[in-house]
């Protein structure tokens, strides 16, 4: 196993000033992403929440400002589902930098049937994973104009396991829904590790990093009404579970830290210190499967051709 970098000290309750600074998150308005947005916006920057829901939306930033006060949070309408909407959710950003985007926003469903977005693709491939390489392609001169801007992409545990299927990346024959969910985070995985390939070729200082939460229960995730209530029984009943697992809150730990500390390089991944299940952020070493550079290229290639979009950085941080 690759031996990796020991990380400064770093403490997930005093972050670092970021005023000035502009970041996104995917999926900000619920669960792990909230409490990112929540974080993040404590540190004095504009945190942008890229959300389907205007209501959710709405709620979450009236939860943060009660929270943190003098908060700078809004709503940027995205679905992730829709591809042909992301060119204008981006135009409507009104933003002349931005530090940090965090692909969080994800679907993972648990039975039957196999469902499909309005292209036809399957659901968990195409929100998890191809909306979020669509995103890169319109974010990608905004970020690659913010000197050191990072891209942090949340995969999961469950892809440690997994591996891709290129013939069937949509997983139209034998669907297993658990497993169709692993295989979009493992492309998301092995995208953001390519990405910084790509970056660094380009001579860009724009950064991607890899990111997981560990295992994240709302059940051990302190409220933030009307976005998350968790009742006091509740609480009681999966308290042993916080031995194994952890909240939302613990769970934005990773990617917090990836947007923030200067210590953070691109192709690194960040996750829960206890066996990447629970605890403070540490780096990773990358999983072997993970650096199968011709695994990626092939999804990248693919990606391109479902999406439509063709994502190319050139040197010079030139980006079509
Ligand atoms: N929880 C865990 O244990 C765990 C473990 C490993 C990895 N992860 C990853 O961590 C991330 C967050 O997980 P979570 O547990 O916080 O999930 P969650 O509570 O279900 O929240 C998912 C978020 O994604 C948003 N979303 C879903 N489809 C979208 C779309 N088409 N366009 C835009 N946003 C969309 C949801 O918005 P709506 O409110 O509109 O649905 C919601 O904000 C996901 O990427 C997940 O795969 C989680």
């Not at 206890?274 to 990626?296: C, K, Q, S, V």
Request: aromatic share 6%; glycine share 8%; net charge positive.
């Amino acid at each position: 196993m690759p031996s990796v970098p020991k990380a400064p000290q770093w403490d997930v309750h005093r972050l670092p000033h970021a005023d000035g600074k502009s970041f996104l998150v995917t999926g900000g308005n619920a669960g792990i992403g909230y409490f990112v947005a929540e974080q993040l916006a404590g540190t004095g920057a504009t945190v942008v929440l890229g959300s389907r829901d205007t209501a959710k939306a709405e709620a979450a930033i009236a939860s943060i400002s009660s929270r943190v006060p003098g908060a700078k949070a809004k709503h940027l309408p995205l679905d992730l589902a829709d591809l042909a909407s992301l060119g204008a959710s981006v135009a409507a950003l009104e933003l002349d930098r931005l530090d940090a985007v965090v692909y969080n926003a994800g679907v993972a469903l648990d039975h039957p049937p196999r469902r499909e977005t309005k292209d036809g693709h399957e659901l968990m491939f195409a929100t998890n994973h191809l909306g979020h390489f669509a995103l890169t392609h319109w974010l990608a001169p905004l970020l690659t104009a913010t000197p050191g801007s990072r891209i942090v992409t949340t995969g999961s545990f469950a892809a440690k396991s997994e591996r891709l299927d290129l013939d069937d990346l949509q997983s139209t024959h034998d669907y297993q829904p658990k497993r169709a969910y692993a295989r979009s985070k493992l492309a998301q995985m092995l995208f953001a590790l390519e990405l910084d390939r790509r970056l660094r070729a380009a001579g860009s200082t724009t950064l991607s990093v890899v990111v997981h939460p560990g295992g994240a229960l709302d059940s051990l995730t302190p409220s933030r009404p009307p976005v998350h209530v968790r009742t006091t029984g509740e609480r009681l009943r999966y308290l042993p579970l916080g031995l194994l697992v952890q909240g939302k809150d613990a769970a934005a730990w990773p990617a917090v830290r990836a947007v923030l500390d200067p210590s953070v390089r691109g192709g690194q991944m960040w996750s829960p210190r206890a066996f990447g299940l629970r605890g403070t952020p540490r780096i990773e070493p990358i999983w072997n499967h993970l650096a199968d550079t011709t695994t990626a290229a092939h999804l990248w290639a693919a990606s391109c051709n479902l999406s439509g979009n063709d994502l190319t950085f050139t040197p010079h941080d030139q980006v079509r």
